[in-house]
């Protein structure tokens, strides 16, 4: 017994011990952080690393986003609020996000989040400020309507952030290889003879006689396409899944697997390293691109400058990506963050990052400018890119995804893939996803 | 803390303040960080992931329900997916364990020759594979695997051929190449150790006795390797259980479109931390897995000490 007294005064010891040393840091930790503290009682004057009254926000991003001098900019002209810029890589920045706010510590003041993640965040509103409490609704009018709506809950009474960028979506083809298969290469009489996916497949089939080559880069890439022209998709606004009463999926679907079944696509994975080589070599003759898909193609595929145009997609737009800047909930100070980022996304500051970066800004009334009206790229054979694309943009038609959507959208996705790279049946790979979807959504 | 008489003069050795006790005492505090460390960062979250598997808990989607034991009988009665990944695991361990061991030791053999010169050097250079960077190491063989560039295609006159998607039992094959190629050197290092330990003797009598090479492999070095062979045996099992970066790297976090390549700590890993945040399923998921693979370690254990004794 008193040898068990022993063990447990030692341990009772070092566990005190451990517990000082662990609140002492967290205490210096939070000094170190520059979060201004009350006064003393005695009216001690504060120290020099943490003047009085300064607010510091932490502001956590992904890298590349143009911010930096902006930000530069703010902190020299506002002495009261000062902006701790962190950037890391895309998925670095979105997983260490993601686990901060589930484990409810080290959550920033600010956090860019791209769409696609945003929509998985919906579900969890209170770990978010809304945006319409601080001033938001006087701003949202310069932006694109489809873009806040993403932003919004089902029904539009909270806003999680302010829109960034987006990814308007238009049709690069291989000038070559339809001049080859004897089809037109201008963008006016390629889009007007593709007016629509029944067409697109048409022409991609004659392609195919005459050089070989599929049309498209993959059947994924196209039910990503095809999804997103859709104005309802999986969910409706109440998050039920009208996923199998909704036949324009189920057509989607059936689309994209003729064009693995016809030899249209080239069978080629999304950032792969053969996907690259492919549209330098032009291995297939279209890509349903985003504007930001600009910069990585003639980063990745540079032999193909000159290949390349560029025309609308048929049927309607569409949007692949984007992001929001987002007030979580645990800030201190949601109005001094929230004042930064309606000022850091405002007209001209957007045009700003804009003119640095290329990544295609959400405020349509940038688009009358210069920059934007006469932007043409020698990658695309010299085509209006910044006037298709804004073209593209102001026809995008808003659709509620639903928290769950990425869940569903995955499994379909890998239907497909399944039976465009494994040759799986059509059918059962259909009736597979939605026993997936079912199982993962219980 | 004072003591009665009584208990004085039966241990006085830990009597408080007598050397006997501060020696007792500064044992185990010499030992705690250990057990501190382990509580905090070992215990604890084992017995947490206990408790979150019985949850009905994905983040970001409201409040964990409880739900009892319904996520394991969903995983083993209703979940083909892990079902799947359970025979990929296996599949791709049978495929990599037994010529990575062999080859280890058939070159730990062959280095451990005294006729084979630069020995330091092979030594160093069967071992480099291991210090290098998993994921590197993948993106690098998933290029060399490539359809339509890839030099191993290009070298075999499989132009064309997809290994990640062609056929299942193909891209677990390629997936098991990876793994050997880092492992190989690593199991060689650790045999030539335990050759070092046979004596010489055994090897200079059967040589006398007129027994090859070959004959002097198998029935001198296997059996004198046996607690070596066992240990490799026993680490290839939790390592091959565990395998993640290649699959991950190679295929994404789904394991290729029709799952192909999915491992169980990949599913996990898919399930916890993938799209859904699916953590209630997923700590069950690493439950099942933790007995699956003491089960598999136990069995193997009796069937190698078995074959290797007979």
Known sequence: MKRFGLILMSLMLLFSFALAACSSSEEGGEAGEGTPEAPADGGEEATPETP??????????????????????????????????QEQSFDDHHNAFATALAAGSGVPDIAFVEIGRLEGFKASQDSFTNLYDFGAKDVTGIYLDWKIAQAENADGSFLFGLPTDIGPMAMAYRTDIFEEAGLPTDPNEVSALITD?????????????????PMSDSAGTMFDT????LTELYFTADDELILESNAAVKEAYDRSIEIAQSGLSAKLGQW???????????????????????????????DASGKWNIAQMPVASGNWGGSFLTVPASTEYPQEAYDFIEWLVNEENSYEVFKETGNFPSIPGIYEKPEIQDWTSEYFSGAYVGKIYAEAALRI?????????????????????NVDLNGADPEAAWNEAMDTIKRELR | MSMGNKSENKKPRFKYGSQASKDALSGYLYVSPFFLLFTVFGLFPILFNMYVSLFSWRLFKGEP????????????????????SIVNTFSMWFMATLPQLFLALVIAFVLNQAFVKFKDMFRMAIFMPFVTSLVAVTIIFGNLFSRDYGLIN????????????????????AITLMVNWRWIGYNTIIYMAGLQTISKELYEAATIDGASKVQQFFYITIPQLRPIILFTLIMSVSGGMQLFVEPLVWAGAGGGA???VLTMFLYMYNTAFGVQYNIGYGAAIGWVMFIIIILFAILNWIISTKLIKD
Do not use: C
């Not at chain 1, 902190?75 to 000062?82: I, K, L, P």
């Not at chain 2, 969903?74 to 979940?79: G, I, Q, R």
């Open chain 1, 52 to 85: 009085e009254g300064v607010i510091e926000l932490t502001f956590a991003s992904i890298a590349n986003t143009g911010f930096g001098p902006l930000i530069e900019k703010y902190n020299a002209e506002n002495e009261n609020v000062q902006i701790n810029f």
């Open chain 1, 197 to 213: 996916w029944d067409k697109y497949i048409e022409v991609g089939k004659t392609v195919l006689e005459k050089t070989g080559k």
């Open chain 1, 226 to 229: 095809f999804t997103g022209q």
């Open chain 1, 272 to 302: 792969s390293g053969e996907w690259s080589t492919g549209m330098n070599e032009g291995t297939f003759a279209t890509l349903m691109a985003p504007a930001w898909m600009m910069n990585y193609m003639t980063g990745s595929a540079p």
């Open chain 1, 397 to 417: 038609q808003p659709v509620w995804l639903g928290t769950d959507y990425a869940t569903v959208h995955n499994a379909l996705k890998d239907a497909i893939n």
């Open chain 2, 65 to 84: 329900e409880f739900i009892g034991f319904q996520n394991y009988v969903w995983l083993l009665t209703d979940d083909p997916t892990f079902i799947k």
């Open chain 2, 154 to 173: 290009f070298i075999l006159g499989t132009q064309g051929l997809d290994w990640l998607n062609d056929n299942r039992w193909l891209s677990h094959f």
């Open chain 2, 258 to 260: 029709d799952n192909q």
